[in-house]
């Protein structure tokens, strides 16, 4: 198997085997990359209880995240956008940036409980990018390192890709509007979409990333080949 510096590694016949049985015993040793410590499992008594590898993909953004879970197969297991607001200037009681460090908390313990919950071995996300205001900009900064220290902390491989690229691998051209990158996903993929505009427009962003990885990334192809 070829290893990348940023890709997660099980050694091959430890994962084959792990395919064929997901329930394991206490002693099995998976390795990573990075420091070959055991990757964190699921305990259920004498066994091991390890739901079977998925893939994360991100639509990062720090009003209405979207994520999806996605197996090996190419079958998408859970959607959602994580929705956070900031508090207003006459509630708040507290400095904007505490508030700020508030929302950012709440998706990373999202992300971080999904990343446990469907045992995510690899991640894709869009580059933020553009700003109108300093505001802004600050907060592209944030959602970029969540998903970049949640990669290294976790030891989970992730790779970045363009929202232009992924347009215009879906639909064609580097712009479009929102319904127009539903609407493709649709005919592509199996969704459980919520019918709330800004929720399926974050999950329909985050697959778009996917669907463009499916043709450029080579971790996937060799994921894929599992």
């Known amino acids: 198997m070829e290893r990348t510096k940023s890709n997660k590694v099980m ?3 430890k994962f084959s085997e792990y395919l064929k049985n997901p329930i394991m015993s206490r002693n ?3 390795k990573t990359h990075h420091n070959s410590e055991p990757a964190k499992l699921y305990m259920l008594g004498d066994n091991i ?10 639509d990062p953004s720090i009003c209405a995240w979207g994520v999806v879970i996605i197996d090996y197969s190419g079958n998408i297991i859970y959607a959602e956008c994580i929705k956070t607001e900031g508090t207003p200037a006459k509630k708040r009681r507290i400095r904007k940036g505490d508030d700020d460090v508030r929302r950012m908390t709440e998706i990373i313990d999202f992300l971080l409980s999904l990343i446990e919950k469907y045992n995510v071995q690899f991640m894709f996300t869009e580059l933020p990018h553009g700003s109108q205001n300093a505001a802004a900009a600050k907060m592209i900064g944030a959602v970029s390192g969540i998903v970049q220290t949640i ?7 992730v790779e970045w890709y363009s929202e232009g690229d992924s347009k215009h691998h879906l639909l064609g051209k580097r712009s479009a509007v929102k319904k127009e990158t539903i609407n493709a996903i649709k005919k592509l ?9 800004f929720r399926d427009e974050a999950i329909a962003d985050a697959i778009s990333i996917y669907h ?4 450029e990334s080579p971790v ?3 994921l894929k080949m599992k």
Do not use: R
């Open 28 to 30: 099995v040793d998976f």
């Open 151 to 157: 990669s290294q902390c976790m030891k989970i491989g």
């Open 212 to 215: 463009l990885a499916l043709m």
């Open 189 to 197: 993929y199996n969704v459980p979409w919520t019918n709330i505009g």
């Open 49 to 58: 209880d390890i739901h079977p590898p998925t893939i994360m993909t991100h």
């Open 11 to 13: 050694d091959e016949e």
């Open 220 to 222: 996937l192809k060799m």
